[in-house]
T-cell receptor, first 108, second 113 residues
Framework: AQRVTQPEKLLSVFKGAPVELKCNYS??????LFWYVQYSRQRLQLLLR??SRESIKGFTADLNKGETSFHLKKPFAQEEDSAMYYC??????????FGTGTRLQVFP | EPEVTQTPSHQVTQMGQEVILRCVPI?????FYWYRQILGQKVEFLVS????????KSEIFDDQFSVERPDGSNFTLKIRSTKLEDSAMYFC???????????FGDGTRLSIL
């Protein structure tokens, strides 16, 4: 079964602290993994995808096939990072399968 | 930057009525999607559309649902006879080509009374 699990509904940190948003997946083939972000009252936006291996807004994510994980990390959180973060995968078709999302709150 | 636009932003409809949700994808995009998010739950795939036909649909997308691209710019989702459980946020997305990122609209909040 295709599934994306984000175990934390809410993650609260102070500005400047490291952040790790967890994502685990279940898929029998070779999926493509994504992180989408939704800032308050805005649309879902692609933050990054594993095949591009780039860092966006200081965030990185590494696909670990052994642990079937795609955790999102940032070494120093900023207040403007406060948002809803969704991990998603696509398989042999391009439909996206989303996790339940993690709300990141960054306090000043 | 071009955006996917959805109208209306909020639709309130009586149970049993038909509703049409509208989307204008980005103009050079070829693949189109509808997703929904029931309050407090995950975003779920409904249907994908390419070359004027459905390419994939989920088990949620039953006979009450249909999609259309009537004029080459709009992409619509119709629910024939709405049920209370259809209340959700409905997101449209478009994609330029296979394996390209999907771009999402702001969503339409559908409330069934």
């Amino acid at each position: 079964a295709q599934r994306v699990t984000q175990p934390e509904k809410l993650l609260s940190v102070f500005k400047g602290a490291p952040v790790e948003l967890k994502c685990n997946y279940s898929y029998s083939g070779s999926p493509e993994l994504f992180w989408y972000v939704q800032y308050s009252r805005q649309r879902l936006q692609l933050l990054l995808r594993h095949i591009s291996r780039e860092s966006i807004k200081g965030f990185t994510a590494d696909l670990n096939k052994g642990e079937t994980s795609f955790h999102l990390k940032k070494p120093f959180a900023q207040e403007e990072d406060s948002a809803m973060y969704y991990c998603a995968l696509s398989g042999n078709t391009d439909k996206l399968i989303f996790g339940t999302g993690t709300r990141l709150q960054v306090f000043p | 930057e071009p955006e996917v636009t959805q109208t209306p932003s909020h639709q309130v409809t009586q149970m049993g009525q038909e509703v049409i949700l509208r989307c204008v994808p980005i103009s050079n995009h070829l693949y189109f999607y509808w997703y929904r998010q029931i309050l407090g739950q995950k975003v779920e795939f409904l249907v994908s559309f390419y070359n004027n036909e459905i390419s994939e649909k989920s088990e949620i997308f039953d006979d009450q649902f249909s999609v259309e691209r009537p004029d080459g710019s709009n992409f619509t989702l119709k629910i024939r006879s709405t049920k209370l459980e259809d209340s959700a946020m409905y997101f449209c997305a478009s994609q330029q080509g296979m394996s390209q990122p999907q771009h999402f609209g702001d969503g339409t909040r559908l409330s069934i009374l």
